[in-house]
């Protein structure tokens, strides 16, 4: 008889509005004492890709920003603001794809979104107009989700996982769903080949996503509007904890056929 499995999925109540150089391991860590749960061994602590930005300082107000001749040239032909183009192309590797009203990158850190994964939604500025301001992903999420993590784990005595996730679209389907941008001590990617299936076929291709899928299940629970739960406790995640990288779910150009 196979063992029951269970993935519970928990936000955290109790996280304030973040600043520029709060602590948020320590905001986590007092919001779950506060709260009716506890930390425990291979939990995945999940969080809104905005709280890190905001905490890092990546607000940027538009009218601070110089655009360039082909920031400007472009944004003509986007009927974007060309300050915000401006930003994109410096938070890019390469622009891939554009169009009227959208345009796809490779993101310096390697994935591939709209807009450089720069937002406006739910970003508010200290100052000047709010529509002005837009937030930035962070530098580099895993080293973001390392940091929280070692600070958790110091805090609590437990061997924990963190995955900073954000909402962007996908390929062939329409809608937009939570995604891995930054992890530390879990798997980005899951290698079942050579595992058996139930008929004790070996599995040849098969690859899982799974810092993905459990991006997707918590976005679930934060919502995408206005519910104010940027961060989940994620127990029972099904895979081996180790250390991993966000960058072992990119596809390489070699094998990306729409590229």
């Given at each position: 008889?196979?063992?029951?499995r269970?993935l ?8 304030p ?6 602590d948020l ?9 506060g ?13 809104a ?11 940027v107000?538009?009218?601070t ?12 032909f ?8 401006e ?20 993101h310096?850190s390697?994935?591939?979104c709209?807009?450089a ?15 002005d301001?837009?937030?930035l992903?962070?530098?580099?999420s895993d080293?973001?989700?390392s940091?929280i993590?070692?600070?958790?784990e110091?805090?609590t005595?437990?061997?924990l ?5 954000d ?6 389907r329409?809608?937009v769903l939570g995604?891995?941008i930054?992890?530390s001590g879990?798997?980005?990617l ?5 595992a ?11 690859t899982?996503g ?9 976005s679930?629970?934060m919502g995408?509007?206005n ?16 250390e991993g ?13 729409f590229?």
């Open positions: 008889m196979t063992a029951s269970s519970t999925l928990s936000a955290v109540a109790g996280i509005p973040i600043q520029e150089g709060d391991a320590e905001i986590i860590f007092q919001a779950v004492l709260s009716d749960l506890i930390f425990e061994n291979g939990d995945v602590i999940v969080l890709q905005k709280i890190v930005s905001k905490a890092e300082g990546r607000l107000n538009l009218t920003v110089k655009p360039s001749a082909e920031a400007a040239e472009l944004a003509a986007l009927g974007k603001r060309p300050e915000l183009v930003l994109i192309l410096q938070e890019s590797a390469e622009v891939l794809r554009t169009r009227p009203g959208t345009i796809i990158v490779e310096k390697g994935f591939v709209a807009n994964g720069i937002d406006h939604s739910n970003v508010k500025g200290s100052w000047g107009q709010d529509n301001w837009v937030l992903l962070p530098e580099d080293r973001s989700a940091q993590r070692q600070a958790l110091q805090r005595g437990k061997k996982a963190v995955l900073v996730i909402s962007h679209g996908r390929a062939w329409n809608g995604t891995a930054g992890l879990m798997p980005g899951v290698d079942l080949r050579g058996e299936d139930m008929n004790a076929y070996k599995l040849r291709v098969t899982i799974a810092a993905d899928e459990l991006a997707a299940a918590a679930l629970v995408q509007a519910e104010g739960t940027p961060v989940v406790l994620a127990r029972g995640f099904p895979y081996p904890l180790r990288r966000v960058s072992e779910l990119f596809r390489n150009k070699e094998n990306d056929l590229r």
